[in-house]
């Protein structure tokens, strides 16, 4: 089944720097990759997705680049601020079809901290 | 708020005994995802429904089973309890069947004594 390795596992970055998280995954026929964003105590919460037929997402802070070849896709957090601490998860998803249809197979969470 | 329910936000119970959570998914969508999050595991899917039926099926323990309903919310129930049962248990819920976005309920923090 999917793999999926997440990379830090901490991140300590002071604010208005540049905070990158990178997964890689395994199975090469997942096509659907989500970041969330977890605070302590509370549920995931979707932040930015891409599909496999695209290489870049961007929305504001963030941004999200995907290699389809290498296997592994980033998350890229711009002028990071105090209100990103978090721990941010990874994942990766098949398309519909065999036994995995839509489940999400998540990378261990990469704890973000930005220090005023 | 991501439209996803979930009752009850804490459950403390006693090792050997049986509890229910429950999932209501976001109107409109059709999949509903159980997953569990303890701090050695991480975040782990359990289950999936599509228009109530189980379409899929991850590390799910026997001592755990889901059910849908007509309304497609979803129930999961855990019996035998062992301390490592103790964990969050999220539903999810997206539109179709599989490869769009999942929004994830507030949660049920289980604690097993």
């Known amino acids: 089944g999917e793999n999926v390795e997440q990379h830090p596992s901490t991140l300590s970055v002071q604010e208005g720097d540049s905070a990158v998280i990178k997964c890689t995954y395994s199975d090469s026929a997942s096509n659907y990759f989500p970041w969330y964003k977890q605070e302590l105590g509370k549920r995931p919460q979707l932040i930015i997705d891409?599909?496999?037929?695209?290489g870049e997402k961007k929305d504001q802070r963030i941004a999200v680049t995907l290699n389809k070849t290498a296997k592994h896709f980033s998350l890229h957090i711009t002028e990071t601020q105090p209100e990103d601490s978090a721990v941010y998860f990874c994942a990766a998803s098949r398309p519909a079809g065999g036994t995995s249809y839509g489940k999400l197979t998540f990378g261990q969470g990469t704890i973000l901290t930005v220090h005023p | 708020d991501s439209g996803v329910t979930q009752t009850p936000k804490h459950l403390i119970t006693a090792t050997g005994q049986r509890v229910t959570l429950r999932c209501s998914p976001r109107?409109?969508?059709?999949?509903v995802y159980w997953y569990q999050q303890s701090l050695d595991q991480g975040l782990q899917f359990l289950i999936q429904?599509?228009?109530?039926?189980?379409?899929a099926k991850g590390n799910i323990l026997e001592r755990f089973s889901a059910q849908p309903f007509p309304d497609l919310h979803s129930e999961l129930n855990l019996s035998s309890l062992e301390l490592g049962d103790s964990a969050l248990y999220f539903c999810?819920?997206?539109?179709?069947?599989?490869?769009?976005?999942?929004?994830f309920g507030p949660g049920t923090r289980l604690t097993v004594l």
């Open positions: 891409i599909r496999s037929n695209v």
């Open positions: 109107s409109g969508d059709l999949s």
């Open positions: 429904y599509y228009n109530g039926e189980e379409r």
């Open positions: 999810a819920s997206s539109a179709g069947l599989a490869g769009g976005e999942q929004y």
